[in-house]
């Protein structure tokens, strides 16, 4: 198969390192990462041979580093979300929350999308913290008692798998919600950007919405597109 004809998920899922590439050209790769690379580039008006070119260029997974995550089993992708990536949410919402605060008082009069910047990021605050709860005392249990039935050679039961699925397609919709309220900051941030009378504040603040996106991104790719995709074929088998 074509690369054009790949999605934009299973290629960085293959190779994360592709996903700086799509980051560059704004090219989502985690919660609408199941469109053709051909469609994505047709979408964002992107030219489709330069592209493919950077990605072919792209440093590929070293695997004996370990980060060729679409090899880590469902169970050890569950504790590695957890600890580096739910950890990193609930550790940077207060910073980020509170530089957003002070920017948007100080300076929310001569550059007003500040103080939209601070709603919508606590918006996704709430709605992340919501999530990560959901997820660790509901689908994560789920999916590891799912994998190690499997495991083990056992049938999970009927009831058991359709909680699953449901989950699983609520997780999805969820990261949709949180991935679109990411992108309407970044829009607010002039691509996180700060005006040239941007105090250091200022400066700091769109420092840490561009990782806390960098980190969202990353986060979601490796749910929606590995730990779910990952299950999805397990209960189909």
């Not at 980051?23 to 580039?41: K, M, N, P, S």
Request: aromatic share 8%; hydrophobic share 40%.
């Amino acid at each position: 198969m074509k690369l054009q004809e790949i999605t934009v998920g299973e290629i960085v899922r293959d190779n994360y390192h592709a996903a700086s590439v799509f980051r560059h050209y704004g090219i989502d790769f985690c919660c609408g990462g199941g469109i053709t690379l051909a469609d994505a580039c047709e979408k964002k008006g992107v030219d489709i041979d330069e592209l493919t070119k950077q990605i072919k260029s792209a440093p590929w997974v070293n695997r004996s580093i370990g980060d060729n995550y679409n090899e880590w089993s469902p169970d050890f992708l569950v504790d590695y979300i957890m600890n580096t990536h739910h950890k990193f949410v609930r550790q940077k919402i207060d910073e980020v929350a509170g530089y957003a605060a002070k920017v948007a008082k100080v300076h929310g009069g001569r550059h007003p999308e500040n103080v939209e910047i601070l709603k919508k990021f606590i918006s996704l605050s709430n709605k992340l913290i919501e999530h990560l709860n959901e997820e660790e005392s509901r689908v994560f249990p789920l999916i590891k008692k799912v994998y190690e039935k499997r495991q083990i050679g056992e049938q999970p039961g009927n009831s058991d798998i359709a909680e699953l699925k449901a989950e699983l397609s609520q997780m999805v919709d969820e990261h949709e919600d949180a991935g679109a309220l990411m992108a309407e900051i970044r829009e607010l941030s002039n691509q996180f950007t700060p005006p040239l009378d941007a105090c250091a504040t200022y400066r700091i603040l769109y420092q840490n919405l561009a990782g806390f996106e960098e980190d969202l991104h990353k986060h979601v790719h490796l749910e929606n597109n590995i730990l779910f995709e990952k299950m999805e074929q397990l209960i189909a088998a």
